[in-house]
């Protein structure tokens, strides 16, 4: 995705509607941290690949657990923050990290489909997304799933209000 808003409607569908099993905001905020390596690419004008090993899956992973350690030690912001958005939110350490892994696995896959220089399975120097899916269809469908994750957003905020 060339900008990560496109990654806020499916992480937040997805992370949505698995919540008993992700925890939403570290699934969604993983989506956005994956980023951070071609923002930094582009400010700092370095000579880097914009989708380099942090958009792999084994680099991913280190990032990930890296970003489940800050959530967990973050956690009371999150509690606020999901508290503020009327959402309820229970979460452990384990819901925490596979939520980090699973947020960045599901970037990197998305933008495997969209980057040609992406390399999901670094070491191996392929990308067999790529052109499987048009970015146009990928950029679609991010957009759209904006919709179910408003629902789902409804869903769980009357929900909380319930309790």
């Known amino acids: 995705m060339?900008?990560?808003?496109?990654?806020?409607?499916?992480?937040?569908?997805?992370?949505?509607?698995?919540?008993?099993?992700?925890?939403?905001?570290?699934?969604?905020?993983?989506?956005?941290?994956?980023d951070l390596e071609p923002l930094a690419v582009i400010l700092l004008d370095l000579n880097y690949p914009l989708h380099g090993y942090v958009h792999t899956f084994l680099g991913g992973t280190v990032v990930a657990l890296f970003w489940g350690l800050i959530?967990?030690?973050?956690?009371?912001?999150?509690?606020?923050?999901?508290?503020?958005?009327?959402?309820?939110?229970?979460?452990?350490?384990?819901?925490?990290?596979?939520?980090?892994?699973g947020g960045?696995?599901?970037?990197?896959?998305?933008?495997?489909?969209?980057w040609e220089d992406t390399r999901p399975f670094w070491p191996l120097n392929t990308n067999p997304f790529a052109n499987v899916i048009t970015a146009e269809t990928i950029y679609l469908l991010c957009t759209i799933s904006f919709i179910p994750a408003v629902i789902l957003y409804i869903i769980a905020v009357a929900s909380y209000k319930k309790k």
Request: net charge positive; glycine share 6%; proline share 5%.
């Open 104 to 114: 960045i696995w599901f970037h990197i896959l998305l933008d495997s489909f969209c």
């Open 2 to 34: 060339p900008f990560t808003p496109y990654h806020f409607g499916p992480s937040g569908f997805v992370g949505l509607a698995l919540r008993k099993w992700l925890d939403v905001p570290v699934f969604v905020l993983a989506n956005v941290v994956v």
């Open 71 to 101: 959530a967990y030690r973050g956690r009371s912001i999150l509690q606020w923050l999901m508290k503020l958005l009327h959402v309820s939110y229970e979460t452990n350490f384990c819901k925490m990290l596979l939520s980090a892994i």
